[in-house]
């Protein structure tokens, strides 16, 4: 009879996780990027106007700008701009062909709003200088020497009137860029402000830190990233965050303490978080709410297969030999 209901706990476990896949497959193939990019023609030429737009499906908890860079096929940035999106997570600029871009060849558009980003590429075409003929060079020469003439004379007179009196200097005009919030002109460019923020209490893995050595090591970045991206992105995910970190951090700073002194028990831990990793590397292919639910209950239904239905399985199997041979 025992063997019956364990076999049964089995089964309806493996149903339980391949519904949630299945669940999960058919929500993200309806999914739509979370952050776009274009603009209005494939190709352009001197003097024409680059209209670029694009669409962010999630908007921050915070009012963030979307950072739009053009740069060319040699890496250089001609034109960065940093736009508010509108309530609706639209936004739009515009950007003149030529200037800073005096070179024919494809050029990127790339947008990034928070920890996304997305690029989009059009072709540019420098325009040649137009055929000057004898006459028209012998006018614009001529032209030349007229302003050269005018030039010197109104320099003399500049001398003799010093003599009488001393000019004010003319004010100088400082040209204005306005940048969003978050970010500083720096030689007419819009950057990021640098700052150093102090570190959150309970913002990292604890025991996560503590065994595996470093907050940069990779394990370490997927949690970081998992919780960055994916889960503070939607609102069940923030929830869930809530929640998880007023448990968490009520007992991790003891057993990251532990760990620090006893090495064997970190090893343990370290493989004991093995599986976690594992399962936790399909929320990276979570960027929605309905995503997030379901990649969630497929990564839930797997841990307490690895960590709770397993052992006991096996608990109550080598219960079962050591009373057979009584």
Not at 53 to 76: A, C, H, R, Y
Not at 109 to 120: D, L, N
Request: glycine share 8%; aromatic share 6%; net charge negative.
């Amino acid at each position: 009879m025992k063997m019956k209901v364990s076999g049964f706990l089995a089964f309806a476990l493996l149903s339980i996780s391949i519904l949630s896949f299945g669940l999960t497959g058919a929500v993200n193939a309806q999914s739509v990027l979370p952050l776009s990019v274009e603009t209005d023609s494939s190709s352009y030429t001197s003097g024409n106007s680059i209209a670029i737009s694009g669409f962010i499906k999630t908007l921050s908890q915070f009012e963030q700008p979307v950072t739009v860079m053009v740069v060319s096929s040699d890496g250089n940035i001609v034109n960065i701009q940093q736009i508010l999106p509108d309530s609706s997570g639209n936004y739009s600029t515009a950007v003149k062909a030529g200037g800073t871009m005096n070179s024919s060849g494809e050029y990127e558009v790339r947008a990034q709003y928070g920890a996304q980003k997305i690029t989009t590429t059009f072709s540019f075409t420098a325009s040649a200088a137009p055929n000057v003929s004898a006459e028209a060079a012998a006018a614009e020469a001529a032209a030349a020497e007229a302003a050269a003439a005018e030039a010197a004379a109104a320099e003399a007179a500049a001398a003799e009137a010093a003599l009488e009196f001393t000019p004010e200097p003319e004010p100088v005009v400082e040209q204005v860029v306005n940048c969003g919030p978050g970010t500083e002109s720096v030689n007419g460019i819009c950057q990021v402000i640098q700052t150093e923020e102090p570190e959150k209490k309970g913002g990292g893995c604890l025991i996560a830190t503590a065994a595996y050595g470093s907050e940069m090591a990779p394990q370490v970045q997927l949690l970081r990233e998992i919780r960055d991206n994916q889960l503070m992105n939607t609102e069940s995910g923030k929830s869930f965050m809530s929640g998880f970190n007023e448990m968490y951090y009520s007992f991790s700073p003891y057993i990251a303490d532990m760990q620090r002194e006893n090495p064997m028990l970190k090893e343990a831990v370290k493989l004991g978080l093995t599986p976690m990793l594992s399962s936790l590397a399909i929320m990276e292919n979570a960027n929605s709410e309905s995503e997030v639910l379901g990649f969630g209950l497929s990564v839930i239904a797997l841990n307490l297969g690895m960590y709770i239905a397993a052992p006991a399985l096996i608990g109550m199997k080598v219960h079962q030999q050591i009373k057979s041979r009584k």
